[in-house]
């Protein structure tokens, strides 16, 4: 068993343990964040930290209704850019707690006038003790250079952030499940194996997902990327209609990651059936039986009660075992892929 492999299958646990340790944490921050009157949120994060961040602009902006920023950090590394943070939330997120760049977004941040939050897998790194709140991913050692359990956590806590200060009671109730459907996941690596190896010959594709499970499409195409070399392409259902679509021909393998929500539906049903027009060869992961007949393979996984926002974890591990079983089969070592180190410090 490869160190990615182990990792993957302990995140049921993890997320138990990353909300238990944070759970007064979250609660005094969100009640710092009302006081305050945030009125804007900016997150800085790289990669796949990045793609966690992106799922919880999509829940704060959704069900908050507060604007969520993606922070540029060259314009404060690289240009001196001295930018007014006043009345606004930031968050800095970064497995390793490590990330120079994130760090001087949140430096000046607690300088220029912002509530500060961080979002990392160390508690002693320069990240977590910079800012007026730390969320601990609370993971346990992460060996294998692709994030597993750490992206799973991340997840979890900006679910957690964005729908207690959304005071979504009812949402918040669905995340105590997400544990047990993740591990229902981890049950079918069997089915995962079997479509990787109908795969193994894969050079290049595309991922598609829409809307709140957008950066699943990001993030499933950095994990087929890193472990196994292959050219992945993630784009939002929505904007593969302009240009990107004239790429697909006969053959193409397509991933779309299929939301239950009634909201992203239509439009995901309009794009499987134009792809199969043009002889693409469709991959479809979703909870929902009429989505998954539209593919030529599918996976299913387990129910939602049509919440995208759930969704998103059952296709984090499903695209991390596909990446990990992938990697198997081409006789690549997914724990140390060539030219990548575990931690990366950009500027």
Partial sequence: MT?????????????????????????????????????????????????????????????????????????????????????????????????????????????????????????????AKCADYHLFCNAGLESSVAATKTFGTQLYIMAYLALMWAGRDDMVKMLAEVPEKIRKVLDDNEKVKALATRARFMTDCFILSRGITYPMALEAALKVQETNYVRAKAYPVSDFHHGPFAMVDDGTPVFVYAGSGKETRKDTVEMIEKLKAVGADVLVISADDDLLSLGDVSFKIPASGGNDFIDMFSFAVFGQLFACNLAAVKGRNPDAPRGLKKITITK
């Fill in 3 to 127: 160190l990615m492999e182990k990792e993957i299958f302990e995140q049921p646990e993890a997320l138990k343990n990353c909300f238990s340790y944070n759970r007064e944490t979250l609660n005094k921050l969100v009640s710092d964040i009302r006081n305050k009157g945030i009125v804007n949120v900016v997150i800085a994060a790289r990669g796949t930290s990045d793609h966690a961040g992106i799922y919880g602009k999509y829940l704060i902006e959704s069900y908050v209704g507060v604007p969520v920023g993606l922070s540029a950090p060259s314009a404060v590394t690289l240009y001196g850019g001295n930018i007014n943070y006043d009345n606004m939330l930031v968050i800095g997120i970064s497995q390793s707690g490590k990330a120079a760049d994130v760090l001087a977004v949140m430096e000046q941040a607690k300088k220029n006038g912002a509530l500060t939050c961080t979002v990392t897998n160390d508690e002693t790194s320069p990240l």
